[in-house]
């Protein structure tokens, strides 16, 4: 009988082992870049084009490889890291399994250069489907540079299975930021179709989050630190005000190793526990260094995943940590059962003072009629007016534009009699049956179906007398910039600096004092979805924020309108984000009540 068991050929395991270590393009870069950090470099350059379709190129300056390691160094289960079974429980360094290279190597063409500082010339390989192709003598900075090119090009549906360059991208951004989070002192850069995406300067950890996040967020975290013969623990945790929908900002770091943990995460929800509303998570930006040999970090590829020795105990020193720290800036609410807070800063009288009635003293001689050219208005008096004229335009504003929001080539006033309950709900009888309809949701829904169909026509807009600046991270900046073209569609005119969005025009249905509202949860949206219809989604995101609120008193023709507006549209029962618009009551339903 022939035998049929058979070892496969290298470039094959090679091709298999990819599919583990090599997911997409921001695998490779989590890969050179950890290896760059392990060589000692302090400066670490990354070139992306085409979201690493292209070309994914990671240049540093640290210690360099000769020519026989930089030959061993893509050869499967090659490595500088560990030599015995042993030194896997005692891992201070990024990689250790020596698969990344080779597997990179089996699915892309690859130039390497790199050289020693002892060695007056560098060594140059180059591999194509973990073929070597040639290896020659090289002028080349101290250093290494590794330029991965056409990711997957030799395994086609791979390739096909990849995502949107913004989507790819993205994910990019957030290998970076994790390799760059957990080391502050080295200097980062990142290029992406020849455009500078950040520019980290080494420096302190509070430096590096606000380089990366953005200056506002520095103003709102606070420090936490806790030393333990288990665990030690540094980093910082943002004030229940800061906390966000979206999971974008959670960081875990177990001896400067990005990690995923959903129990640690629910470490610090509890130490949050009461101070943050449903549905809302804390930022936070934790480190925690471990005795190597009480942890395993060896269960997956990626390495984002960690066992504990002590999980339970570091659950707790965590969760308590994170609680001192809130408790020691304020954050945590205090309590004082002798006093009544509502009444505490509130200065009282002395006991012996005697209790007065309130005089008022009126100039009984004034003549309002008479003029007085010694006595100019006073600024104060100005202001007062200026600021009751103000409330005064705005409330008729508020209660006036009510076609604004409704419109409606034929209303008819009295085909629906409706009242409105509790300034929450309209409550109208509609063929023989009780509509009761949340108005917000309503609007809702209309304005949904119109923000669709101006899509796809010209968008009205409003001109913007004083542009509206929105100060945003770097990481949320760049997701604007992937949609820019949606944005335009929908009506905005939006300049992108820096660190600061200005918008100088907005939709007509879209109020000003909604739009950075607007933006910041279109942001958040981004986060939630990998690949998601951005035009769908801003969307149900504008007609959220721009419809009537709750606890808004509509005059009848509003009412009116509005509710022919919503029984007009072809599935009026449900709002954008699937919510029930309005409940239905017949007689029969009153009848069974009642008896």
């Excluded at 583990?20 to 870049?33: D, F, M, Y």
């Excluded at 004229?389 to 009510?402: Q, R």
């Amino acid at each position: 009988m022939t035998d049929i068991i058979q070892l496969l050929p290298d470039h094959v395991a090679n091709q298999i082992a990819a599919g583990e270590v090599v997911q997409r393009p921001a695998s490779v870069i989590k890969e050179l870049i950890e290896n760059a950090v392990d060589s000692g470099a302090t400066s670490i350059q990354v070139i992306v084009k085409d979201a690493g379709r292209s070309l994914v190129q990671v240049i540093d300056n640290g210690c360099g490889m000769s020519v026989t390691d930089t030959r061993m160094a893509f050869e499967r289960h090659a490595t500088s890291k560990i030599r015995t079974t042993e030194d896997i429980y005692n891992i201070h360094t990024k990689g250790f399994r020596g698969e990344a290279l080779a597997s990179i190597a089996a699915v892309a063409q690859i130039e390497t250069k790199t050289r020693k500082e002892d060695n007056e010339v560098g060594t140059q390989l180059i591999i194509e489907g973990g073929e070597v192709k040639g290896q020659d003598p090289v002028v080349c900075p101290i250093g290494t540079s590794i330029s991965v090119k056409n990711l997957f090009f030799n395994v086609p549906a791979r390739r096909n299975f990849l995502k949107s360059n913004q989507v790819e991208f993205r994910h990019i951004q957030d290998e970076f930021q994790r390799v760059a989070m957990a080391h502050e002192n080295i200097s980062f850069f990142l290029h992406h179709n020849d455009s500078e995406i950040y520019h980290l300067k080494a420096g302190n950890l509070k430096q590096r989050i606000s380089q990366i996040f953005g200056k506002k967020l520095s103003s709102q975290i606070i420090s936490v630190e806790e030393d333990t013969e288990i665990v030690k623990i540094k980093g910082f945790v943002g004030k229940p005000d800061a906390a966000k929908k979206s999971r974008g900002e959670q960081f875990f770091f177990v001896n400067n190793r990005f990690i995923k943990s959903g129990y640690l995460h629910n470490a610090i929800v509890n130490a949050f526990e009461s101070l943050l509303p449903s549905g809302y998570n804390p930022s936070y930006f934790l480190y925690l260094d471990i005795d190597p040999s009480k942890i395993d970090i060896n269960i997956h590829p990626t390495k984002t995943e960690i066992k504990f020795e002590d999980e339970a105990l570091i659950f707790t020193i965590l969760r308590a940590a994170v609680k001192h720290a809130l408790g020691q800036f304020n954050v945590t609410p205090s309590l004082d059962f002798e006093q009544d807070p509502n009444w505490a800063f509130i200065p009282s009288a002395s006991e012996e003072d005697e209790i007065k009635m309130p005089e008022i003293s009126v100039d009984s001689s004034f003549n309002p009629f008479e003029h007085h050219q010694s006595r100019a208005p006073k600024p104060s008096d100005i202001k007062a007016n200026f600021d009751f004229y103000n409330d005064a335009v705005e409330l008729e504003i508020e209660n006036n534009h009510a076609h604004q929001l409704f419109e409606s080539e034929e209303i008819q006033p009295d085909k629906f009699e409706v009242i409105q309950w509790m300034n929450q709900f309209l409550v109208v009888e509609y063929r023989g049956e009780l509509l009761i309809i949340d108005q917000h949701r309503a609007h809702q829904k209309i304005l949904f179906e119109k923000f669709v169909r101006s899509n796809h026509e010209n968008a009205l807009v409003q001109q913007m007398l004083f542009p509206i600046e929105i100060e945003l991270s770097p990481n949320d900046r760049q997701k604007l910039i992937n949609v820019e073209s949606q944005l335009i569609s929908f009506g905005f005119d939006i300049s992108l600096d820096e660190e600061v969005i200005q918008i100088n025009a907005i939709p007509v249905d879209v109020q000003q004092e909604d739009v950075v509202s607007v933006f910041m949860d279109f942001i958040e949206e981004l986060d939630y979805h990998d690949t998601i219809e951005l035009n769908q989604t801003f969307a149900k995101v504008l007609a959220k924020n721009a419809a009537v609120k709750k606890g808004i008193g509509l005059k009848v023709e509003q009412m009116q309108t509005l509710v022919e507006e919503l029984l007009k549209l072809p599935n009026p029962n449900f709002t954008p984000y699937g919510r029930p618009i309005f409940v239905q009551v017949n007689t029969d339903d009153i009848k069974k009540t009642l008896d």
